[in-house]
């Protein structure tokens, strides 16, 4: 006989968490935040970490970014105080936490990528897309199962059948979008696939520490 119904629980699922402005807030930031980050790229060499090509400025962000920037980190916060816990005397709460917050902004045209790398010193990593154009030409971000490829190095033609799981072992490709701010852990493997588009992509990178 069948059995009667199933259930899947996700056992040590890895979060990103997905959100985004409404549009006239994501282009009230876009065009406030463009000048300000090609005259910086104007003015600086910038520095070379994961960058393959393309402009990372300092970490310095927060001191110079300017109203635009104290908007995102202030949401970010928010979003950080609703999926973050504090263990206070054995039980899980959710207080206010005096971030450490470090951040700065990249700008990728054709060809340029960022190689896969982790953020360490950091508890929560997110990005801010500043502006996507050619949102079809690549320029991805790519996020590799933090398991490596134990889940399918038995036999890679096997996939879990389950909704969400058929990456296990593999990587996931998200496609931004302009106003989109994305959340992960600092720990999580992630490059940004090669830009082929004729366009600026440009994003603001932030770590929070305690």
């Known amino acids: 006989m069948p059995f009667a119904d199933f259930k899947v629980k996700n056992l040590f699922p890895t ?117 996507v154009e050619d949102a079809d030409e690549g320029g991805g971000l790519e996020m590799l199962d933090p398991r490596g490829p134990l889940p399918s190095m038995y036999c890679p033609l096997l996939r879990f059948g389950i909704q969400g799981f058929v990456t296990a072992g593999g990587a996931e490709l998200h496609q931004p979008k302009t106003g989109e701010c994305l959340l992960f852990p600092s720990w999580l493997q992630h490059s940004v696939k090669p830009y082929k588009g004729a366009g600026t992509r440009i994003s603001l990178a932030f770590n929070f520490s305690v």
Do not use: C
């Open 15 to 131: 979060p990103l968490v997905i959100s985004s402005f409404a549009p006239d807030v994501a282009e009230t930031i876009r065009a406030d935040l463009v000048p300000i980050l090609l005259r910086k790229e104007q003015e600086s060499t910038g520095v070379t970490v994961s960058n393959l090509g393309g402009w990372q400025s300092d970490h310095n962000l927060p001191q110079w970014g300017g109203a635009s920037v104290d908007t995102i980190l202030s949401s970010l916060k928010d979003l950080l105080a609703q999926v973050t816990l504090y263990l206070d005397n054995k039980e899980f709460k959710r207080v206010p936490i005096d971030w450490k917050i470090n951040g700065w902004a990249n700008i990728n045209r054709n060809g340029h990528a960022n190689a896969m790398h982790t953020h360490p010193g950091a508890y929560w990593s997110a990005v801010y897309y500043v502006q």
